[in-house]
């Protein structure tokens, strides 16, 4: 049973920093692709950052580039996003999942690419 459970969350004032973890289990994590993704009220979940399994390709949207950095240590099977700069439309529920495909922009940037998925974390930034 795989399970990905993600952390770090929380209130935040605009310009701040947060750190996102997603700690996964239940298959070997070094082998697949992690993304993170969002969800704001009212909106559909989008894209935010990829990872190929070895960490050396990363891939972002374009609201988040230069903000946002993915990352991952496969020793301890998780999988970061360090959130800087933080802005209010950055305000979302934010979701790890976990992809067996391979990396490609296509794919790492459709969530049905994904087949795992973590119960979310809270952001909220506050202006």
């Known amino acids: 049973q795989v399970q990905l459970v993600e952390s770090g969350g929380g209130l935040v004032q605009a310009g701040g920093s947060l750190r996102l973890s997603c700690a996964a289990s239940?298959?070997?994590?070094?082998?697949?692709?992690m993304g993170w993704f969002r969800q704001a009220p009212g909106k559909e979940r989008e894209f935010v950052a990829a990872?190929?399994?070895?960490?050396?390709?990363?891939y972002y949207a374009d609201s988040v580039k230069g903000r946002f950095t993915i990352s991952r240590d496969n020793a301890k099977s998780t999988v970061y996003l360090q959130m800087n700069s933080l802005k209010p439309e950055d305000t979302a529920v934010y979701y790890c999942?976990?992809?067996?495909?391979?990396?490609?922009?296509?794919?790492?940037?459709?969530?049905?690419?994904?087949?795992?998925w973590g119960q979310g974390t809270q952001v909220t930034v506050s202006s």
């Open positions: 239940g298959r070997p994590f070094s082998v697949y692709t």
């Open positions: 999942a976990e992809s067996a495909a391979g990396f490609r922009v296509r794919t790492v940037v459709a969530g049905d690419g994904y087949e795992y």
């Open positions: 990872i190929n399994w070895s960490g050396d390709s990363t």
